[in-house]
């Protein structure tokens, strides 16, 4: 099994979209953790306000085969239209953060909206950029950037991860 760590956005039903994503990641493998929900403005466009959050994920795939196997069928069932509007809307936007503690991209421990939740439920991983615990990370950019914790959206799959 490869653990993955995923990020998970939209600002389309986010309310909705966000724990169907879950439910369907379920499907095909094992959740460990997940953070909770954080509201933050759009960046890059002027939509609706988005909701993230993080996810550790086991899974059997290789990152090829998880984002082709498992990713993009959750994105498109749950109606992801890809554009070439990079900031436009989305019902679901899943991406692989960390995969066997690997960084897939030196982008993600620089965006609040991937570095707070992630924090939650990785606060000793040591990012890459600066070699400081991401949860450090996340308390600076918390200084900088609005971000509300909305709990509600995601506390069945938080209540789960609690039971033995």
């Known amino acids: 099994m490869h653990q993955a760590y995923l990020s998970l956005g939209s600002n389309i039903q986010p309310e909705v979209n966000l724990p169907k994503a879950l439910d369907l990641l379920y499907e095909h493998g ?14 890059g466009s002027e939509g609706p ?14 990152p090829v085969e998880l984002k082709d196997q498992v990713i993009h069928r959750i994105e498109t069932k749950l109606g ?25 991209d030196d982008k993600y421990v620089r965006q609040a909206f991937v570095v707070i939740p992630l924090a939650e439920i990785y606060p000793e991983y040591l990012n890459p950029l600066t070699r400081e615990r991401i949860e450090k990370t996340a308390a600076r950019l918390r200084q900088q950037i609005w971000m509300e914790a909305r709990p509600e959206v995601l506390g069945r799959f938080n209540r789960k991860r609690m039971e033995p």
């Open 80 to 104: 992801r239209r890809r554009s070439e509007d990079k900031f436009a809307p989305r019902t679901i936007d899943i991406d692989i953060v960390l995969f066997d503690d690997q960084l897939s």
């Open 30 to 43: 094992e959740i460990i953790k997940v953070s909770n929900a954080w509201e933050s403005a759009a960046v």
């Open 49 to 62: 306000n988005f909701l993230n959050a993080c996810a550790l994920f086991n899974s059997p795939h290789l």
